[in-house]
């Protein structure tokens, strides 16, 4: 999907598939079979695209580069839960049976490092000074979940229709082409369904798979959502769906849901939040919270940053853009102190920016109950938890902002 309004970048030109193809969106959904998975994947990397999909490395997976469905988890599953994560491989052969791993596609659109801008240094001449590296080649992601097409749209309106958006975030994402696969087997951390970006997927692909494996087989029911998607479809065999099929369909989607064993009460979450700044609820989780930043590392739609200077008298200057956590003391350092600095103000802060001020900034919510913070956090702090702790001991007195505490 592209964002309105933005040229076709230089990268794009490369491309065989082009942003705006022309070619009309199917009005009904179609199906392909593994060999039809792997000719997309092929289509789409002879398109001119990088095509980054889920690899296993590391015990874990994780974002690679694919080649083939030979590169994809074939069998693998995983088992998550607060504060645990293991995968198991098994002779099924599904290629899409786990939840989600570590890594979001924010890695992609928005690098854990970049450089900002550099100037040559060596003396002589004045030195140039100027962006630092040029297009790139377009992305692919095959096998992103619906929570994942979710926190792109989210940071779609932080980063990329801000009133000053991102150049870098803006180019990765023009040329982005978005292949989502619905999920199946949801982890014990999900809460998708809460959030209300899963775990079928409704919009913001170009390409939408259910991988579908019943008594007559196995296949994948291939739904477009743009125009790029539609010509990339063309191109490959297809048979029509039929009824079983998107039976078969909202058999699996069914079979998520019932799999999801968490929940988050979303209603008038902001007040809840906003009214609770001083529950003692605060205290009790700060004390088992390391403030590792962990949850914010692995959260799809963080976008904190941190900017570094580093010179060199031969090589020149460059500024470096990394991630950063609002877990960090020094994140809120203002005028010689922290303005955040106990774990207790830290902790708050990111949930209630999370779960309330954010819907004040950009008018969602920033979570889309993909439960990797519940998974990644050493502690196993459960984020569904604490919001329903926060609602049983729901104190209901409005804080002024000035009388809060730190």
Same mark, same amino acid.
């Given at each position: 999907?592209?964002?309105?309004?933005?040229?076709?970048?230089?990268?794009?030109?490369?491309? !065989?598939?082009?942003?705006?193809?022309?070619?009309?969106?199917?009005?009904?959904?179609?199906?392909? =079979?593994?060999?039809?998975?792997?000719?997309?994947?092929?289509?789409?990397?002879?398109?001119?695209?990088?095509?980054?999909?889920?690899?296993?490395? &590391?015990?874990?997976?994780?974002?690679?580069?694919?080649?083939?469905?030979? &590169?994809?988890?074939?069998?693998?599953?995983?088992?998550?839960?607060?504060?645990?994560? #293991?995968?198991?491989?098994?002779?099924?052969?599904?290629?899409?049976? /786990?939840?989600?791993?570590?890594?979001?596609?924010?890695?992609?659109?928005?690098?854990?490092?970049? *450089?900002? /801008? #550099?100037?040559?240094?060596?003396?002589?001449?004045?030195?140039?000074?100027? !962006?630092?590296?040029?297009?790139?080649?377009?992305?692919?992601?095959?096998?992103?979940?619906?929570?994942? *097409?979710?926190?792109?749209?989210?940071? =779609?309106?932080?980063?990329?229709?801000?009133?000053?958006?991102?150049?870098?975030?803006?180019?990765?994402?023009?040329?982005?082409?978005?292949?989502?696969?619905?999920?199946?087997?949801?982890?014990?951390?999900?809460?998708?369904?809460?959030?209300?970006?899963?775990?079928?997927?409704?919009?913001?692909?170009?390409?939408?798979?259910?991988?579908?494996?019943?008594? &007559?087989?196995?296949?994948?029911?291939?739904?477009?959502?743009?125009?790029?998607?539609?010509?990339?479809?063309?191109?490959?065999?297809?048979?029509?769906?039929?009824?079983? &099929?998107?039976?078969?369909?909202? !058999?699996?989607?069914?079979?998520?849901?019932?799999?999801?064993?968490? $929940?988050?009460?979303?209603?008038?979450?902001?007040?809840?939040?906003? $009214?609770?700044?001083?529950?003692? $609820?605060?205290?009790?989780?700060?004390?088992?919270?390391?403030?590792?930043?962990?949850?914010?590392?692995?959260?799809?739609?963080?976008?904190?940053?941190?900017?570094?200077? *580093?010179?060199?008298?031969?090589?020149?200057?460059?500024?470096?853009?990394?991630?950063?956590?609002?877990?960090?003391?020094?994140?809120?350092?203002?005028?010689?102190?922290?303005?955040?600095?106990?774990? $207790?103000?830290?902790? #708050?802060?990111?949930?209630?920016?999370?779960?309330?001020?954010?819907?004040?900034?950009?008018?969602?919510?920033?979570?889309?109950?993909?439960?990797?913070?519940?998974?990644?956090?050493?502690?196993?702090?459960?984020?569904?938890?604490?919001?329903? !702790?926060?609602?049983?001991? =729901?104190?209901?007195?409005?804080?002024?902002?000035?009388?809060?505490?730190?």
């Amino acid at each position: 999907m592209a964002l309105d309004g933005f040229p076709p970048s230089e990268a794009r030109a490369a491309s !065989a598939i082009p942003a705006a193809s022309g070619v009309p969106i199917p009005p009904t959904p179609c199906t392909i =079979d593994r060999a039809g998975l792997g000719s997309l994947i092929t289509r789409l990397r002879e398109g001119g695209y990088r095509t980054l999909g889920p690899t296993v490395a &590391d015990g874990a997976i994780v974002l690679g580069e694919i080649d083939s469905i030979a &590169d994809l988890p074939q069998g693998w599953h995983d088992t998550q839960g607060p504060g645990t994560y #293991r995968l198991t491989s098994g002779e099924d052969g599904e290629l899409f049976g /786990w939840a989600v791993g570590p890594q979001s596609a924010k890695r992609e659109l928005w690098p854990p490092r970049s *450089v900002v /801008w #550099r100037a040559a240094g060596g003396g002589g001449d004045p030195a140039p000074i100027g !962006a630092s590296e040029g297009p790139k080649a377009p992305i692919a992601l095959v096998g992103v979940r619906p929570c994942e *097409v979710a926190a792109i749209g989210i940071l =779609d309106g932080v980063l990329g229709r801000s009133p000053v958006p991102d150049p870098d975030f803006v180019a990765a994402r023009r040329d982005l082409f978005v292949c989502t696969v619905e999920c199946g087997r949801p982890s014990a951390s999900c809460f998708c369904e809460s959030m209300g970006s899963g775990p079928s997927a409704e919009s913001g692909f170009d390409l939408a798979l259910t991988e579908i494996r019943d008594a &007559d087989g196995e296949r994948f029911l291939v739904r477009a959502g743009s125009e790029r998607g539609a010509a990339v479809l063309a191109g490959i065999r297809t048979l029509p769906a039929e009824e079983r &099929d998107l039976k078969a369909r909202e !058999a699996v989607v069914a079979g998520a849901r019932a799999g999801l064993v968490r $929940r988050v009460d979303t209603a008038s979450l902001p007040h809840l939040l906003e $009214r609770n700044l001083e529950n003692p $609820r605060w205290s009790e989780v700060a004390a088992r919270c390391l403030s590792c930043g962990n949850c914010t590392q692995v959260c799809p739609t963080c976008f904190c940053v941190s900017i570094e200077d *580093v010179t060199d008298v031969t090589t020149g200057i460059e500024r470096h853009r990394r991630w950063a956590s609002c877990f960090e003391v020094g994140h809120s350092y203002l005028h010689g102190g922290a303005v955040r600095p106990s774990t $207790r103000a830290r902790y #708050r802060q990111w949930l209630t920016h999370k779960l309330g001020t954010w819907f004040e900034q950009f008018g969602t919510s920033g979570c889309v109950g993909c439960g990797r913070c519940l998974t990644w956090c050493p502690v196993g702090i459960d984020l569904t938890e604490e919001v329903a !702790a926060l609602r049983a001991s =729901d104190v209901g007195n409005p804080v002024p902002a000035g009388e809060r505490g730190v």
